[in-house]
């Protein structure tokens, strides 16, 4: 049965996706925001929120995450300021790393990218980090464990290891790891990691098995190559 929300509340649910202003209330002093602007609606989360970055250990994620982000432009003082981006993922989970002066970094990986997963600890290793790597079927139990039927494998009639992602973390957590990196984790798979992991975790690679491990390439063509992603009218075919 469909859960019943409260109406009033409904109607200040934040849509962020959907904002048009111009000048948005969450980034311009002067700016504006609809009716379900979350800055202008819900200070008192945002306040309750704030009070959590009080911890020394929020604290300073927090501050190297902004250190960070500012890092990977250059261009971006002078007379004419224009900000470009110099800094690949790979490298910015390495300064991050660094900054909050860890020395064991863990990987979990998709035994689909092994090889990424070998290039990426080539290169924390390189800049003098321990890297403990484990891959997604490490203990070897068969799908029947968790209740997935033969049919339901990717190549019914043989066996099959399920992926454990909690197990993952819960190793990676056994051998110290102080930031835990994912490449290529299933849909659903990474969530339970996120859940199971004791250190902070960030993402490398989101798997997308069509796009090259590209997700967005499937939104930015939704109106075109891949716009069966899309069940409303704008899927129908263009002329």
């Known amino acids: 049965m469909a ?26 002093p ?21 009070e959590q ?14 250190v960070q982000e500012g890092e990977c432009y250059a261009d971006r003082t002078g ?8 800094k690949p993922r790979a490298l910015e989970i390495c300064e991050f790393a660094a900054k909050l002066g860890m020395k064991r970094i863990g990987v979990a990986f ?19 980090f321990e890297v403990v790597s484990v891959a997604c ?29 909690i197990a993952q973390a819960m190793i990676l957590d056994r051998f110290g790891s102080e930031l835990n990196v994912l490449i290529g984790l299933c849909v659903g798979h990474d969530s339970l990691f996120f859940r199971f ?14 796009t090259g491990h590209n997700p967005a390439a499937a939104l930015y063509t939704a109106h075109s190559y891949y716009r069966n992603v899309l069940s409303g009218p704008e899927a129908k075919p263009s002329h």
């Open 53 to 66: 970055y009080g911890s020394d250990a929020v604290s300073a994620l927090a501050l190297a995450a902004s």
């Open 3 to 28: 859960r019943t929300m409260n109406r009033s509340k409904d109607e200040r649910m934040p849509r962020c996706a959907h904002c048009a202003e111009k000048l948005r209330a969450c980034v311009d």
């Open 110 to 128: 998709c035994t689909g990218l092994f090889e990424e997963a070998r290039i990426f600890s080539r290169v924390l290793e390189s800049r003098g």
């Open 197 to 210: 992991s004791r250190a902070p975790v960030t993402v490398l690679v989101a798997k997308d098995r069509v």
């Open 30 to 50: 002067g700016g504006t925001g609809p009716s379900w602007c979350p800055t202008l609606n819900l200070a008192d989360l945002v306040d309750e929120a704030l």
């Open 79 to 86: 007379p004419e300021p224009a900000p470009r981006p110099v």
């Open 137 to 165: 079927k490490a203990g070897r139990l068969p799908k029947e464990t968790i209740g997935v039927r033969d049919d339901q494998k990717i190549r019914p009639g043989c066996f099959e290891s399920m992926c454990s992602p």
